[in-house]
T-cell receptor, first 111, second 111 residues
Framework: LAKTTQPISMDSYEGQEVNITCSHN???????ITWYQQFPSQGPRFIIQ???TKVTNEVASLFIPGDRKSCTLSLPRVSLSDTAVYYC????????????FGGGTRVLVKP | EAQVTQNPRYLITVTGKKLTVTCSQN?????MSWYRQDPGLGLRQIYY???????DKGDVPEGYKVSRKEKRNFPLILESPSPNQTSLYFC??????????FGEGSRLTVL
């Protein structure tokens, strides 16, 4: 069961890049790393998923070093609407695998 | 539209009065799961199901029951609710090893 550690909160300004790190020392070989975004009173929604190296989609990039014991979610040029809580999830939806979310990182984007 | 639907969205009940929170998904996902979210504790998994008639405990199963008689439905049952089960509950579904799709949440208050 991979336990994750993220910063509790981060402040940024519109147009800046936000990088959120997540540590997961006991990641298992078949675990994926997935990031979710959650707005108040809504369910989390998927942002990006990766296994190793770098993954990029239209909203974010995910950097995973060779040892896979940490990762960095990068949000380019954030806007006010990116203010949310971001969760790093390490695991896989397979038999016998509980999924444990960390406490999340509250990102506040200021004008 | 692909979605996970939870009902009720809001509920106030009293200690000991059995209740069921329903969850339904229309994406033919094998995997379904329930989480509770409490301030400062992130999302904690209650139960999950890999497929019909296959369920397993998550990190905080005490006081809850689930069933998976049909692929699309995964109800959460509180046989005798207590005040410490006051929380925001989320249901989620996914393909095996896929991204989680969350419902909008059910806010439960037990008096």
């Amino acid at each position: 069961l991979a336990k994750t550690t993220q910063p509790i909160s981060m402040d940024s300004y519109e147009g800046q890049e936000v990088n959120i790190t997540c540590s997961h020392n006991n990641i298992a070989t078949n675990d994926y790393i997935t990031w979710y975004q959650q707005f108040p009173s809504q369910g989390p929604r998927f942002i990006i998923q990766g296994y190793k190296t770098k993954v990029t989609n239209e909203v974010a990039s995910l950097f995973i070093p060779g040892d896979r014991k940490s990762c960095t979610l990068s949000l380019p040029r954030v806007s006010l609407s990116d203010t949310a809580v971001y969760y790093c999830l390490v695991g896989v939806t397979a038999a016998g695998n509980k999924l444990t979310f960390g406490g999340g990182t509250r990102v506040l984007v200021k004008p | 539209e692909a979605q996970v639907t939870q009902n009720p969205r809001y509920l106030i009940t009293v200690t000991g009065k059995k209740l069921t929170v329903t969850c339904s998904q229309n994406m033919n996902h094998e995997y379904m799961s329930w989480y509770r979210q409490d301030p400062g504790l992130g999302l904690r998994q209650i139960y999950y199901s890999m497929n019909v008639e296959v369920t397993d405990k998550g990190d905080v199963p005490e006081g809850y029951k689930v069933s998976r008689k049909e692929k699309r439905n995964f109800p959460l049952i509180l046989e005798s609710p207590s005040p410490n089960q006051t929380s925001l509950y989320f249901c989620a579904s996914s393909l095996v090893n896929g991204e989680l799709f969350f419902g909008e949440g059910s806010r439960l208050t037990v008096l």
